[in-house]
């Protein structure tokens, strides 16, 4: 019998093909709704591999009746919707897409630090409901970007790709990560700072680490206390690093400038959030990797990895 694969998300025909041609592979029918827990729980229990999305939760319930599963390919770098340790413990392999999205996820970080900055979604919106009237001297007027210190909170490879872009801008990059980096200090000018340091000295604060149990909630009030009025705050990675509830706070009471967000802590954002109604919150729905290069890139990834599991070889971006 040939291995089975179930892949949670209608994805492109030419992707999959190859797939097909090897083994037995079933998809859920729409690009646009999630697969349901019921049918993930169901084919959990019969498949040798599992081609995820961010969106799908992976836990260790989930995968104690996994019996036959080899191997979960996640379509993202990102990786905190698996239980990676149960899947460990159980000698499932899991895999990410790393490197391919670097790029485009960081012409996403710094786009909607230029969009927030200069509150872009507010002009935009006035333009396009009649309300500009006139030029005004102080009209949309927003914050400078160009010559400003970023503050880049978690210094991977994305973190470094929108530093790159920042010397481009003529900015000061301040940096914090778990470890000091030597040599990215070296090579790209930027200069390591404690959280609390970074977060008073920087015009812009930009939010790349991972998700994990240390970064949870790690802006909260007392740190969002400690940023500049005339501060942004992009968010990238993971929506539950920040305490929304006291971003809203700050935010509404102008403690700081405006916020940037491609994540949400529960994703998708109900379209009620509170959040959603402020102006000066520049929203999108988690397109950091979202290029159709790039996206069709990371999928092929994915086939690779898939493959090379379920035909006895190490794959690559083997992350547990
Ligand atoms: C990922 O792939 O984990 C990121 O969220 C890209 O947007």
């Not at 998300?9 to 093909?17: N, Y």
């Not at 990102?78 to 990676?84: E, F, Q, R, V």
């Not at 460990?88 to 900055?117: H, K, Q, R, Y």
């Not at 206390?225 to 509830?245: F, Q």
Request: proline share 4%; charged share 25%.
């Amino acid at each position: 019998m040939k291995p089975s694969v179930f892949i949670t998300r209608k994805l492109p025909e030419e992707i999959v093909a190859p797939l097909k041609e090897k083994f037995t592979v079933r998809m859920w029918d729409s690009e646009d709704v999630a697969v349901t827990h019921a049918v993930l729980r169901e084919e959990i229990t019969q498949v040798d591999a599992l081609w995820t999305m961010l969106s799908d939760t992976i836990d260790r319930d989930m995968l104690e009746s996994a019996t036959n599963l080899k191997v979960i390919s996640n379509l993202a770098v990102g990786y905190n919707n698996i239980d990676t340790e149960a899947a460990n413990e159980m000698g499932i392999i899991v895999t990410n897409t790393p490197d391919v999205l670097t790029e485009t996820t960081a012409d996403l970080a710094f786009g909607l630090l230029l969009a927030t900055a200069r509150r872009f979604n507010t002009a935009e919106k006035e333009l396009r409901q009649g309300g500009w009237l006139s030029w005004t001297p102080m009209g949309f007027t927003g914050m400078d970007v160009h010559g400003t210190t970023v503050g880049i909170i978690g210094m991977g490879r994305i973190g470094e790709a929108v530093a790159r872009r920042a010397k481009g801008f003529n900015m000061d990059v301040l940096y914090h990560n778990r470890s000091r980096k030597p040599e990215t200090e070296e090579e790209y000018g930027v200069a390591f700072a404690e959280l609390d340091d970074l977060l008073q000295r920087a015009d812009h604060v930009v939010i790349l680490a991972p998700f994990t149990e240390e970064t949870k909630g790690m802006i909260g009030g007392r740190e969002l206390g400690l940023m500049k009025k005339t501060a942004t705050l992009i968010s990238v990675s993971r929506g539950c690093i920040v305490d929304e509830v006291a971003l809203y706070d700050a935010l509404k009471n102008k403690k700081i400038f405006g916020a940037g967000l491609d994540v949400f802590e529960t994703e998708p954002v109900p379209v009620r959030h509170p959040l959603l109604t402020l102006p000066n919150v520049t929203a999108v729905p988690h397109i950091g990797s979202a290029s159709v290069k790039t996206r069709l890139t990371m999928m092929k990834l994915n086939v690779d990895a898939i493959t090379d599991v379920l035909e006895g070889r190490e794959p690559a971006n083997r992350v547990v």
